[in-house]
């Protein structure tokens, strides 16, 4: 980073099927808490992105910039950002280059996705946007299925088993019940998982993060300092259709982003306490966990399976704290903006100095690592 960007004011919204509240409610919500929160003036905002892939087909809504914007009483300046799934860790990035240019000083960021209000059907065509319109959607796939063909691949080469996988989605179900705004607070068994309907062989219901709402807001600044700094945010990407990858069993966008991400914070994998990590399906866990360096490669379930060796390392270590998207839930825009407020606050409940996030779209085409850092812990 160019300059100290700090996280002065976080919020979020309950996720889940929210059929009382408008797109705009969603806004209202995320974004009046979120300047409580900041203890700043509406009018210290001086610009808005707001994160968000479908509302054109989910609420018939386009023009999110302005629609934000005038809910503020000055109406500063406002753009919105979409990368599919990634869209809201991607707008944080955003920000940070606008406040980096000094082109602005303080910037409410907003994550927002209004999901619900269609049938499933066609929330899961309007995913696919997401994949390669030319090379996956004619064949019919949706995203649990390219996530089902991804699984399939890693469990043949690494011998990974469907028990295993099953406490993927129990410990994230576990994490999510102390979390009052996750969309499904229930734990489950590991059993449940594959007792869960099936979606795509061998994807259950409960190896899916689900279809939701909610919205989630930061505010970060130049101008005023807090406990609570981005260390780095970095981008990456590759190709849409996952036909065109060398391998479907490890995602590059992540490695790219995360090695940039770790040289520009001028940390490792060891400084780093708490992780929010993309698991839009139980598989991708695993696999973002390799792909992040926390694991090597076939090794990545063994952060569920062992909770004793690495949590232990870990009285402050988390892992998907929020339950991830998988049991705190995914509206897509909102989702990145959740994962770096999360880390933000559990930085400061458990005074730990580093945290990051992990945000990707579509099947990783695009990804986005955050590294958030604590100044007040000395190292
Ligand atoms: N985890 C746990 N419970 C779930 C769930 C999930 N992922 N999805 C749905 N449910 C529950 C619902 O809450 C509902 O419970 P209720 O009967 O107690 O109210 C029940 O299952 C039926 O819900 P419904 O909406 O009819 O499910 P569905 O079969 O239409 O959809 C999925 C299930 C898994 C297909 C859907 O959640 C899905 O498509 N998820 C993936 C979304 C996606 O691709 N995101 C982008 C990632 S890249």
């Not at 968000?52 to 999110?64: D, V």
């Not at 999510?176 to 705004?181: F, G, I, L, S, V």
């Not at 991400?261 to 390799?290: M, P, Q, R, W």
């Not at 994962?339 to 100095?353: A, D, M, P, S, V």
Request: one cysteine or more.
């Amino acid at each position: 980073m160019q300059r100290d960007i700090f996280l002065i004011g976080a919020s979020q919204t309950k996720f889940g099927e929210l059929w009382g509240k408008s797109l705009r409610d969603l806004a209202e919500e995320a974004v009046g808490k979120a300047i409580a929160d900041a203890s700043c003036l509406p009018t210290a905002i001086d610009a808005v992105i707001v994160a968000n892939m479908l509302a054109e087909t989910a609420n018939n809504q386009a023009h999110l910039g302005a629609m934000v914007s005038s809910l503020l009483p000055h109406r500063p300046p406002a753009l919105r950002v979409e990368a599919a799934c990634a869209s809201g860790s991607v707008a944080v990035h955003t920000a940070c280059a606008l406040l980096e240019s000094g082109r602005a000083q303080t910037i409410l960021v907003l994550g927002l996705e209004k999901m619900t209000d269609i049938p499933g059907e066609t929330i899961a065509c309007a995913l696919m946007g997401a994949a390669d319109a030319e090379e996956d959607q004619p064949s019919g796939l949706t995203f649990p299925g390219i996530f089902g063909l991804i699984a399939n691949r890693y469990m043949h080469e690494h011998y990974l088993t469907r028990d295993e996988l099953n406490l993927v989605s129990a410990t994230h179900h576990l994490n999510a019940a102390e979390n009052p705004y996750a969309h499904f607070q229930n734990p489950i068994d590991p059993e449940d998982v594959e007792k869960s309907p099936i979606v795509a062989d061998p994807l259950h219901v409960l190896d899916c993060s689900p279809v939701s709402d909610g919205a989630a807001a930061c505010i970060l600044s130049t101008h005023t300092a807090s406990q609570v700094r981005l260390a780095a945010s970095q981008l990456a990407h590759d190709t849409l259709s996952i036909t065109k990858r060398p391998s479907i069993t490890s995602f590059r966008a992540t490695k790219d982003a995360a090695k940039k991400a770790y040289a520009e914070a001028g940390v490792t994998t060891k400084d780093i306490s708490h992780i929010e990590h993309h698991d839009c399906f139980s598989i991708a866990a695993v696999i973002n966990l390799e792909d992040l360096g926390f694991a090597e490669k076939g090794k990545g379930i063994e952060w569920y399976k062992n909770s004793t060796t690495h949590y232990s390392l870990l009285t402050t270590h988390s892992l998907n704290s929020s339950g991830g998207l998988k049991s705190c839930g995914h509206p897509v825009g909102a989702t990145g903006v959740k994962q770096i407020i999360e880390i933000g606050k559990k930085l400061k409940e458990e005074k730990t100095q580093w945290g990051l996030a992990h945000n990707f779209g579509g099947a990783c085409a695009t990804c986005c690592v955050t590294i958030l850092e604590n100044t007040a812990v000395s190292p």
